[in-house]
């Protein structure tokens, strides 16, 4: 299998001597009942564990209580129960410790709490990552949710996000420490299942038997013989995992000694990736001529060639390194063996991507802050920036890693005292509006310290004092658009101004940072009313002066060297390539004549106003006199991505820098479909599009034919023409004229099989035009991956991450949109695709494909790697 090369087939074998050190005191448990009434607790008469109200974590949804009828057959912690109606995210905050490895737990029992019998689905974050889907299927059946995480800050948001006309509602959350020794370090783990093989009791176990308050559920199978023992006790003495020493006195076997143990799951996701962790323990006393050896395979291929487990001592075999593929396992008596094989206990999870960082702890710290000194009446729940379509009302964020907060409009939410001194900690501040408030006090002057801030809207409030000397300087510089209109008993920098209307406009912003929306107004109004004058007689440039630097004809002429050098032509004119000082530059001219060329212009101007992302080209200033119409960008150094694919270009692409670009472009297109509001679909995403800097670091750019789309809850925008690059074009959109996010998808998904093969996105074969897609697509039924990637890279490639990028790119092609993934699904592939690049690169350590975890065993056995 070629999973095997990834693996180095090595015993890790040997007595593990870290010692228990979590008591069955409850210690570290933290044990929330959703709805209990405030400032109560209990002890739940099964388990013993202590239970919470969930009112201090919590300021939002409605308590209510299950059908009595539901009560006898469910644990008290499922009674009560959170509600939320109103809000579409609605969070709760837990301080934990850092650095502990958690079971988190998430309970729901719908219990027909609300009378409506009406099964409820929505979704459930872990911060501002998608966690899992409840979707109740039965009012008495309680429904559980369970990760294993190792938190990166010393608190946890677990929310509850309406998805469709349902109720969100919880029952209980359970944090439970876990010994940071168990399971792996490196990922986060959802539970699959968790099951006590062979139970004779078919009941569940958890707290006390398990010191983890783990849930062990029972499983018997018709072709499997129940084996168990009357010892009270199954020593975990050297083992981390600690299974419970009830669920470890029973065991299967198979009803015919000759017969293997089988077991198989198909998952959901086919990417999905699973890591298994398996416990024995041997039952029955033999005698001297007895033997229970067996092995382990996986899918066919020897995993584990030999284990003898020792009697009433658990030994844990496990995965460190995740398991890709189909799942299939067969646990079979070894030749020396007189007796059939056992396993006792079965633990499964795949792995779960929480990779979308929470925004900058320091961020976090201050707006909370600032929630609290003011009382504020919106709901800001969870994370303020992440995920960025629930980011908090009134904050824009950028799309960095972390996010930072970059604009904050609290105009109009009755904010009263003094402005907060918290504000000074948004450090990234670029626009602050605090305007019709009833705020009282000087204007602080740690607002002229915030370096980045452009824009400062202050209006009509009760401030006081005089104006700081520095906000004053930055306001007559240019640097900072400063409004302090109707505050009557507010000074300039001499004298009280006896009209009540101080507006001090910005003359021109410093370059590469884009002023938000407050002016965009102004603009798309001077664009039009440009377009219907004589074109003879120009316009007026203020309309464009709130946006970078601002130049005069004669400026683009001194940058351009008067137009020497032309970098390409489109339809809104020729681009040509400058220095302002020694900065390189792209200047976009857009031709008199051209009214298609206007509109992209118009398109692109109304999209640079509101974006801002490290793979979106950046915007350096304009041109805006009389009849000359110009944009001036960063210059990208290595050209357009095509010219890089191109088989006349000599300088090959590694794998690795073509995974990256696929990324950089990638995340350019999430931002736009998530993390701008109004969402913008580009809808002419192709490999000239994408430009590359000196680091071979991509950026989408050409934003002509963008649509903004609505914000009303439609699902798509109706367009009377097709816009985009025949072979790029979703052939959906070409039928249906309904322009969605899923468009895009498929224009990127050309353009990841074109980083891939370098082939034509349509080529002729025997008078007959082919796709691309159906080119990969007749490779693909013949299983040749070798012969789709790019010949000219000689087998340098990860031949994993290779599937795994065409795999992506032929769900971007699905000829149906709701089959095709979301970019934020296809960033996440790609990341895992650089990681298995990466980890070839680097090479292992000698970690085996399995680890046993056990006492006393002595295992002097090796096994070689498996070919392809």
Not at 76 to 86: C, G, I, M, Y
Request: proline fraction near 5%.
């Amino acid at each position: 299998m070629g999973w095997f090369k990834n693996f180095i087939h090595a015993f890790l074998v040997g007595l593990l001597c870290i010692h228990l050190v979590h008591a069955q005191d409850q210690s570290g448990f933290i044990s929330i009942d959703c709805g209990l009434t405030p400032n109560s607790s209990y002890s739940e008469a099964t388990t013993s564990i202590n239970y919470i109200s969930d009112a201090a974590f919590i300021d939002t949804g409605i308590s209510q209580k299950i059908s009595t009828e539901f009560k006898d057959s469910n644990l008290q912690q499922t009674w009560n129960l959170r509600s939320f109606p109103q809000g579409i995210r609605n969070c709760y905050s837990i301080n934990i410790a850092l650095g502990i490895k958690y079971l988190i737990r998430a309970t729901f029992l719908y219990g027909n709490y609300d009378g409506q019998s009406k099964l409820p689905k929505f979704d459930l974050h872990l911060g501002p990552n998608m966690w899992d889907t409840v979707k109740i299927q039965d009012a008495s059946s309680t429904v559980y949710k369970e990760l294993i995480h190792v938190p990166s800050q010393n608190y946890l948001q677990v929310c509850l996000v309406k998805t469709g006309h349902e109720t969100p509602f919880i029952s209980a959350i359970e944090l439970r420490p876990l010994n940071n020794d168990t399971y792996v370090s490196n990922s986060t783990l959802a539970l699959f299942v968790r099951v006590d093989i062979g139970s004779v009791i078919n009941a569940q176990h958890r707290y006390p038997a398990d010191i983890y308050d783990r849930i062990w559920s029972p499983y018997n199978y018709n072709q499997w013989n129940s084996l168990s023992t009357s010892a009270t006790n199954v020593s975990n003495a050297h083992n981390n995992y600690q299974p419970p020493s009830v669920v470890m006195s029973t065991a299967a076997t198979p009803t015919n000694n000759s017969l293997p143990l089988d077991f198989y799951w198909v998952p959901d996701d086919p990417i999905s990736q699973y890591y298994i962790y398996m416990h024995f323990a041997e039952l029955v006393i033999l005698n001297a001529n007895q033997l229970r050896s067996f092995a382990i395979t996986i899918n066919g291929e020897i995993w584990l060639p030999s284990l003898v487990p020792q009697y009433l001592s658990t030994s844990t075999v496990y995965s460190p390194s995740v398991l890709p593929g189909k799942y299939q396992f067969s646990i079979f008596k070894t030749n020396s063996s007189t007796l059939p094989p056992i396993i006792n206990a079965l633990e499964i999870y795949s792995v779960k991507d929480l990779s979308l960082s929470a925004t900058n702890q320091e961020d976090v710290g201050a707006i909370t802050k600032i929630k609290s000194t003011y009382g504020v009446k919106r709901n800001w729940q969870g994370d303020p920036c992440a995920p960025r379509e629930y980011s908090w009302e009134g904050l824009n964020c950028d799309g960095y890693n972390p996010p930072r907060i970059i604009s904050l409009n609290l105009s109009s939410s009755g904010l009263t005292g003094e402005i907060s001194a918290d504000i000074s900690n948004l450090v990234m501040l670029q626009y602050l509006d605090l305007s019709s408030n009833s705020l009282t006090g000087p204007v602080p002057d740690f607002l002229s310290q915030l370096q980045y801030l452009r824009v400062l809207n202050l209006e009509r409030n009760q401030l006081i004092g005089s104006i700081p000397a520095k906000l004053m300087e930055r306001s007559k510089n240019g640097s900072l658009s400063l409004s302090l209109g109707e505050n009557s008993n507010l000074c300039g920098s001499d004298t009280c101004e006896k009209k009540n209307n101080i507006v001090i406009p910005i003359v021109g912003s410093v370059g590469g940072l884009f002023i938000l929306s407050l002016t965009v107004a102004a603009i798309l109004w001077g664009l039009r009313k440009r377009k219907q004058q004589d074109k003879t007689k120009g316009a007026n440039p203020k309309s464009f002066e709130s946006i970078q630097q601002q130049f005069k004809y004669s400026d683009v002429l001194n940058i351009t060297n008067n137009f020497t050098r032309i970098l390409g032509k489109g339809g809104f004119g020729k681009v040509y390539h400058g220095y302002i000082g020694h900065t390189q530059v792209a200047v976009k001219m857009l031709s008199p004549s051209s009214v298609q060329g206007y509109q992209e212009f118009e398109a692109e101007m109304k999209l640079l106003m509101r974006v801002h992302h490290r793979n979106l080209t950046v915007l350096v200033g304009y041109c805006y006199e009389e009849t000359y119409m110009g944009l001036i960008y960063e210059y990208m150094v290595n050209g357009d991505l095509e010219t890089h694919l191109s088989g006349k270009n000599t300088n090959i692409l590694s794998w690795e820098a073509r995974l990256q670009i696929a990324m950089d472009a990638a995340q350019g297109l999430e931002y736009l479909h998530y993390g701008c509001k109004p969402p913008i679909i580009h809808r002419d995403v192709k490999t000239t599009n994408i430009l590359l800097n000196e680091n071979l670091h991509a950026k989408l750019a050409d934003f002509g034919l963008s649509k903004i789309f609505p914000t009303d809850g439609d699902t798509h925008v109706s367009t009377l023409t097709v816009a985009g690059t025949p072979g790029y074009v979703d052939p959906e959109y070409s039928s249906s004229y309904r322009l969605t996010e899923k468009s895009d998808v498929y224009s990127f998904g050309v353009v990841l099989l074109k980083i891939i093969t370098c082939r034509p996105v349509i080529e002729k074969f025997a008078d007959e035009n082919i796709h691309i897609s159906q080119w990969v697509s007749f490779m693909l039924a013949r299983g040749d991956i070798t012969n789709i990637v790019d010949p000219r890279l000689q087998g340098a490639f990860n031949m994993n991450s290779a599937w795994k990028a065409v795999e992506i790119a032929m769900l971007c092609v699905s000829s149906t949109s709701t089959r095709r993934p979301t970019m934020s699904q296809v960033v996440a592939e790609l990341k895992e695709c650089l990681t298995t690049e990466f980890a070839q690169k680097e090479g292992y350590d000698g970690e085996s494909n399995y680890t046993i975890e056990m006492n006393n065993m002595n295992l002097d056995t090796e096994i070689n790697p498996v070919a392809r």
